[in-house]
């Protein structure tokens, strides 16, 4: 009976340590990467340019099948509004575009003069995890 009740206060007590300890907590490098567009290349994080205080930032890519097959499509604004975009069929740059998430850091550029993509990078750090 000693025991059992022993067991049952150590049960609670563990709890309630575990539970004043549930609080967050955050440690470790954290970098805000916001949206930067020039007339060849974009990059940017996706968590911060959906909570940018300037409400215009976005990027991201989009994999989309036409009659022609599997294509990306990677559009980027800036906080004053510059946009670039561009696409691609290339099925190695797709495959990149697919690997993106909601706390992707994305890079992507296109030759000037063109609109087709010749260069993405993803990057899912967790230094980018907020």
């Known amino acids: 009976m000693k025991a059992h009740v022993k067991n049952i206060i150590g049960g609670a007590v563990l709890g309630l340590t575990l539970l004043a300890n549930t609080g967050l907590t955050w440690a470790g490098y954290a970098v805000n990467y916001e949206v930067t567009v020039t ?3 974009a990059t940017g994080g996706v968590r911060p340019a959906r909570f940018s205080s300037d409400n ?13 097959g599997f294509y990306m499509r990677c559009t980027a604004v800036d ?22 998430t909601s706390e992707s850091l994305i890079y992507f ?14 990057d899912n750090g967790s230094y980018l995890l907020r």
């Not at 509004?81 to 290339?90: F, I, N, P, R």
């Open 109 to 122: 550029s296109k030759p000037a003069g063109t609109t087709t993509c010749n260069y993405i990078a993803v």
């Open 79 to 100: 906080r004053n509004g510059a946009v670039l975009t561009c696409e691609s069929y290339d099925p190695k740059l797709i495959a990149v575009a697919e690997t993106m």
């Open 56 to 68: 215009r930032q976005s990027i991201g890519c989009a994999v989309d099948q036409s009659v022609s």
């Open 39 to 41: 007339a060849t290349n």
